[in-house]
């Protein structure tokens, strides 16, 4: 066995915006990878319009810097727990790994998800402790805290025994003690070198690489991206692939590129412990090992978390389908979602009886909205149900996905959380005061409670409020809970909606819609101020006659209506309702539309 001492695969690893990506632009500009006077935009690594637009990163991206004589391959992970695949399949081309974490917040349940995966891949860590120039920054007690959470995760003595930096990512700055000042990242890059393993090779085993990743060019065609064990890859070299069947595939590579950066430029061949990109690979899927002809040997799978929330996507069969969108047949929905599960482990697509309806399954809601949202923005018009979770039957008993909840509250809101979460039933684990006005609450609750309570959250706490959860395990069921307390208004006809229709019908509920927009029978305007369900006339104009009198031709005004975004609209629908969604516009509606029909198949009162 040897290593090889010019390459250092490493993964950065943090909770959602504790400064992963601003930390990878300052190792960009200080490895001399830009001139002087270039124009270079901020958080280069997150490459979609969503990343840049929420401020998070949603899939894992490769790239890589020079420091000395040794090239860093660098994977810039997600922080949220939805995207977990994303850090299980980057976790499986590195050798170490960089945890970030605030100086002020300390670990959070992302952090810990995150570092638990990286402790079972057995990876050597290096902790960041970042932002230390926060004016609430505690960098001692996060660091015990640190101490704490590698502990609770069973970490071994040599993980036990990590390094430790402070930085100010924004800046550029990392060092190694509180006292000193910084003015660069050199301790950082010192401690990549000397602290984390190189790449180890076996010359005695034959050319083996995994694939974690898949890209596509538009010249290329598919790109598969994964690490190189033991030999060289080379385009000369006769290659197979071993697919998901154990089957080994005869290919034929085009090109051989390495990351150089933020792109990527070809190369002869690819010495073992580094990172390559193949193309002239159509069939290939992550997960598959490309081998030598001669001596086809496959290595272990990426395995990701079984997914625990399945939503239903359908065509739009609303009567304004095919206005807005470019895309609405099942057959382009489907395909664009069997490419989404190719690029994505921890996502699966299922059939189902009806052969216009498709059931995706993932990690969470957030997760299923950004695929939403990137499949709008292509142009696709398409119908979504509510999040449904996943059961399971262990041993006869039905059992569901629980999670635990970390809340970060005022110590007034701490009865009305407690409350809404009990009804919902979540069970208090942990209760913490700090004395400066702000508890802290650690909750066991199902992860179906969840669907739906978060902007409630964020209501009940004016804002000010802080959630976070990580999937914990099934548990026995819990039982059932009302998941809304009020109704819809639903409209009862097609036409355009009125002001003067609208403006009688907000003592009824909260309108979701303004007035002058389309309608139909059975799409939803607002929310009811009671349990059940109202059919409404949204067209309704006032009447006009030839009779005036004073006081009775008032101006009618609308109260203001605030759009829902796409999450909230899938918070608020229940089973028997649906989102429809278009490049333009996001509607709610009932899943049937005929009033006539719904009121047929309402449940019958016993007798």
């Not at 958080?43 to 401020?55: K, N, Q, V, Y």
């Not at 660091?143 to 609770?152: N, P, Q």
């Not at 095919?322 to 929905?333: L, N, Y």
């Not at 978060?454 to 998941?483: A, C, V, W």
């Amino acid at each position: 066995m040897t290593v090889s001492e010019s390459i250092r695969n490493i993964a950065i690893i943090a909770h959602v915006d504790h400064g992963k990506t601003t930390l990878v632009d300052a190792m960009f500009r200080q490895s001399g990878m830009f001139r002087d006077d270039q124009e270079v935009e901020d958080r280069l690594m997150d490459s979609m319009d969503l990343e840049r637009e929420r401020g998070i990163t949603i899939s894992a991206k490769n790239c890589s810097v020079n420091y000395g004589d040794t090239r860093i391959n660098i994977l810039d992970t997600p922080g949220h727990a939805d995207f977990s695949g994303e850090v299980e399949r980057a976790l499986s081309m590195v050798d170490g790994a960089i945890l970030l974490v605030d100086a002020s917040e300390g670990p959070l349940p992302q952090t810990r998800f995150v570092l638990k995966k990286t402790l079972e891949a057995g990876l050597k860590v290096i902790a960041v402790i970042n932002k230390i120039d926060r004016s609430d920054a505690r960098p001692d007690e996060v660091l015990d805290e640190i101490y704490d959470l590698f502990i609770d995760l069973d970490a071994t003595e040599e993980q036990l025994d990590f390094p430790v930096l402070y930085a100010i990512g924004r800046d550029g700055i990392a060092q190694n003690t509180l006292e000193e000042k910084g003015t660069d990242l050199t301790p950082l890059f010192d401690n990549i070198v000397t602290q984390l393993p190189a790449p180890k090779i076996n010359p005695d085993k034959p050319l083996q690489m995994l694939i974690s990743d898949l890209g596509y060019s538009d010249y290329l065609g598919r790109l598969a991206i994964g690490r190189v064990y033991n030999q060289p890859l080379s385009t000369k070299t006769p290659l197979v692939y071993i697919n998901e069947e154990g089957k080994p595939v005869r290919i034929k590579v085009t090109k051989v590129q390495i990351y150089d950066g933020l792109s990527i430029k070809e190369t002869e061949f690819v010495s073992a412990g580094d990172i390559a990109v193949i193309s002239g690979v159509e069939e290939i899927q992550i997960g598959d090992t490309v081998c030598e002809q001669e001596n086809a040997v496959a290595l272990p799978r990426v395995t990701v978390d079984e997914p625990t929330v399945g939503m239903r996507f359908t065509i739009n069969t609303s009567p304004l389908a095919g206005q807005e969108g470019k895309i609405v047949q099942s057959s382009k929905i489907m395909d664009r979602l069997n490419k989404e599960a190719m690029k994505n482990v921890s996502m699966k697509i299922e059939l189902t009886e009806d052969r216009e309806c498709f059931m995706v399954k993932g990690r969470g809601e957030f997760q299923m909205a950004i695929l939403i949202e990137t499949m709008r923005r292509e142009g696709f018009e398409l119908c979504v149900g509510r999040p449904e979770v996943i059961f399971k039957e262990e041993n006869g008993v039905r059992t569901e996905p629980i999670e635990t909840v970390y809340v970060d509250c005022d110590e007034n809101f701490m009865g009305v959380i407690t409350e809404k979460l009990s009804l919902r039933k979540g069970k208090l684990i942990n209760l913490t005061n700090n004395g400066r006005g702000r508890v802290n609450m650690e909750f066991s609750i199902p992860s179906r409670s969840l669907i739906g309570y978060r902007d409630e959250f964020l209501t009940d706490t004016k804002g000010t409020g802080i959630m976070n959860s990580i999937f914990q395990g099934y548990e026995p069921h819990r039982g059932d809970f009302p998941t809304r307390y009020t109704g819809s208004i639903v409209c009862d006809r097609k036409g355009q909606s009125v002001p003067y229709a609208l403006f009688n019908l907000e003592p009824r509920g909260r309108m979701i819609i303004p007035p002058g927009v389309p309608v139909y029978e059975g799409m939803i305007i607002g929310e009811h101020n009671k349990e059940g369900d109202i059919n409404v006339n949204a067209c309704k104009e006032k009447k006009l006659t030839n009779m005036r009198a004073s006081g009775k031709d008032d101006n009618v005004t609308c109260t203001s209506v605030k759009p829902l975004s796409l999450e909230q609209a899938i918070n608020f629908i229940r089973e028997d309702e649906m989102v429809e969604i278009t490049p333009i516009s996001i509607r709610l509606r009932k899943a049937i539309l005929s009033q006539q029909k719904r009121y047929q198949m309402r449940p019958k009162k016993d007798a």
